[in-house]
């Protein structure tokens, strides 16, 4: 039992920096320490303390597992990405990031033998929601290829895919190991009875929660006045041979594109941009300027500045229409009407969501949320996103609370109102009660076993070679054969 709740910051390395699947997969790394890649993202502890690595030796050979290769590179970008991420490696040695990436590389090495696929285009598409995020974080394309030590961009992404396709593929393998495991009710009663009293799990408090969200109305005047504004700057690049890189900067609202010109590198079909983006990046020649165009994030105009193969470099310029102050009144006013409506009894909190919430996911379903880590409706108190959780801690069951004013990510205010439909208060673990949550467990400790019996016998059969400096590491696998 202690060793699902301990933490695996060396698993979460990985798990972390890219969403390898929306499925549950245990991890078991070379420090003995198993976790559900749910639990992992649960558990982050964020901090910028690095234990630092004393050397980088670019073409050290630290092991060969299979096909594989592991260069004691590897171990120092694993330090990297931790502080990359902003997790502590204070405690982290280089013997228990290596023997996470020999697991890695003997995991991907078995999906081979196994015929085990993963499409190179999800891989890219991953590489490009990574590259996009860093480099909304360090600024620029070359921050982030120095950052990762790397000349350029174009071969921190040749790193990035290799890198990728590791993981993925040593994800894959994982998933096979333990995807006919299952426990009967047996067997779940076996295991929490086998807990002692003192040491079965305490479950935290837990909430669901249901919201109405009123938006103030956009009108086609605003909408009219965007479009015009942009069909200027576009006849102005057009006509008068206007800078379109100088348009972005001084009037683009991207913060990730505007102070770099509206430029945007690497666009591919399968890349997570917006449908609309993409078609309009892959519809151009170079040096042509689209129509405005529509987007969830606000009004586009883009200019095509290379075409390389299958991919395009873009620039753009976005801006969102402006939302009146009468507007934002009467949206404001609604929510009101609407909440004095509800806690007067006049209609449900449900009914209110149904019929007049402007938020598409959750209108159909009574505003109710989902818990987008496990994918239930409840949220635990100690674990769920602080605003949401301030918002919610003290409302009583079937309260309504205040209305708050959100922004969303273009800027524009938004009013809502909340309740909390279910509370479910902080509970040593009972069988009957919380048997679902007993069963996962169970069925975790069970597959745990699976994966180290898999772990045994597959390092058994597969050419293993560590280099001599880590022969004095201590393993929980036999890497060393001994």
């Avoid at 360090?138 to 961009?153: H, M, N, P, T």
Wanted: a negative charge; glycine letters at 4%; one cysteine or more.
């Amino acid at each position: 039992m202690k060793s699902i709740q301990k933490t695996s910051l060396l698993a979460l390395l990985f798990l972390v920096s890219i969403a390898l699947t929306a499925q549950e997969v245990v991890v078991v790394d070379s420090t003995g320490v198993a976790k559900s890649n749910n639990q992992l993202m649960e558990t982050v502890v964020t901090t910028d303390t690095v234990l630092p690595f004393k050397r980088y030796k670019a073409e050290g050979v630290s092991a060969v597992v299979g096909e594989y290769v592991v260069l004691d590179s590897d171990i120092d970008k694993s330090y990297l990405e931790l502080d990359s991420q902003g997790i502590s490696t204070d405690g982290i040695t280089r013997c228990q990031l290596f023997g996470k990436l020999l697991e890695d590389k003997l995991y991907a090495h078995h999906a081979k033998i196994d015929s085990i696929m993963v499409p190179d285009a999800e891989i890219n598409s991953q590489i490009e929601q990574q590259l996009q995020y860093m480099i909304s974080e360090l600024g620029s394309e070359e921050k982030v290829a120095s950052y990762y030590r790397k000349d350029d961009i174009a071969e921190l992404r040749k790193d990035l895919f290799e890198v990728n396709k590791t993981l993925r593929l040593a994800s894959e393998m994982q998933r096979t190991v333990v995807e006919n495991v299952e426990v009967t009710p047996e067997e779940v009663r076996e295991f929490f009875y086998s807990i002692p009293d003192e040491d079965r799990p305490v479950f935290s408090a837990e909430v669901e929660v249901a919201q109405i969200v009123i938006e103030p109305e956009i009108t086609e005047e605003a909408k009219q006045r965007v479009i015009a504004r942009l069909n200027q700057f576009r006849a102005d690049v057009m006509d008068n041979d206007a800078s379109f890189a100088t348009k972005a900067v001084l009037y683009s609202k991207d913060p990730g594109s505007a102070s770099k010109g509206g430029l945007i590198t690497g666009i591919r079909r399968n890349s997570s941009f917006a449908k609309e983006f993409k078609d309009q990046a892959f519809s151009l020649l170079e040096g042509e300027v689209s129509e405005p165009f529509e987007t969830e994030f606000g009004w586009h105009i883009l200019y095509v500045e290379k075409i390389r193969g299958q991919e395009v470099d873009v620039r753009h310029v976005l801006l969102f229409p402006e939302v009146s102050q009468t507007t934002i009144d009467e949206a404001r006013e609604k929510v009101d009407k609407l909440r004095q409506q509800i806690t007067s009894g006049e209609i449900t909190f449900a009914e209110a969501a149904s019929t007049y919430s402007d938020e598409v996911e959750t209108r159909n379903n009574g505003g109710q949320l989902v818990n987008p880590v496990t994918g239930d409706t409840r949220f635990d108190l100690t674990k769920m996103d602080p605003t949401l959780s301030a918002q919610v801690y003290n409302l009583k069951e079937g309260e309504i609370s205040k209305v708050y004013t959100d922004r969303d990510r273009t800027g524009k205010s938004n009013f809502k109102i909340l309740t909390v439909t279910n509370r479910y208060e902080e509970h040593p673990s009972d069988y009957v009660k919380d048997y679902e949550k007993i069963k996962e467990l169970a069925l975790k400790e069970k597959q745990i076993k699976a994966i180290g019996i898999w772990q045994e016998k597959k390092i058994k059969e597969t050419y293993v070679n560590v280099n001599d400096d880590y022969k004095e590491c201590e393993f929980t696998n036999n890497w060393l054969k001994k």
